[in-house]
């Protein structure tokens, strides 16, 4: 949501919110933006959509299963398998639903948001340049 707020100034609004999952700031830029930035809105609502498609609606479910109800079905932790002897212990890394190892995951997401914040921020910046 904080991210939206860059919307206000450069586009006018008086409340903006990514809610339900960036619905509705796209809402918000199909709704209530001046004609003069409809280019720059466009873009910021792909970004939008494509990034629901890719990992935001995925992300924010995980971040509302934890959050809400501790815990994400399939998700494991650290776990070491009893000892037996003979020297060696078997530790499972922390794992998506899907298998894949937790740090993993979290690079990759954090690197799509690194690229999404900056062309949102962009695209933005490039809209408050403009005479409305």
């Not at 939206?4 to 918000?28: E, N, R």
């Not at 932790?77 to 009893?82: A, G, K, L, Q, V």
Request: aromatic share 12%; net charge negative; hydrophobic share 40%.
């Amino acid at each position: 949501d904080i991210l939206s707020w860059v919307l206000k100034p450069a586009f006018g609004f008086t409340y903006c919110s990514f809610g339900d999952k960036g619905d509705d700031v796209i809402k918000q830029l199909r709704n209530n933006c001046p004609a003069s930035l409809g280019t720059y809105a466009e873009k910021i609502i792909k970004l939008i959509e494509d990034a629901q498609d890719v990992w935001l609606v995925e992300l924010i479910k995980m971040r509302d299963e934890v959050t809400h109800y501790s815990r994400l079905e399939g998700f494991n932790c650290f776990m070491e398998d009893p000892y037996m002897g003979g020297g060696i212990a078997t530790i499972h890394y922390p794992t998506m639903p899907n298998k894949q190892s937790v740090l993993e995951y979290c690079q990759n997401v954090w690197g799509l948001l690194l690229s999404f914040c900056e062309d949102f921020l962009k695209f933005t910046v490039e809209a408050a340049k403009i005479p409305r």
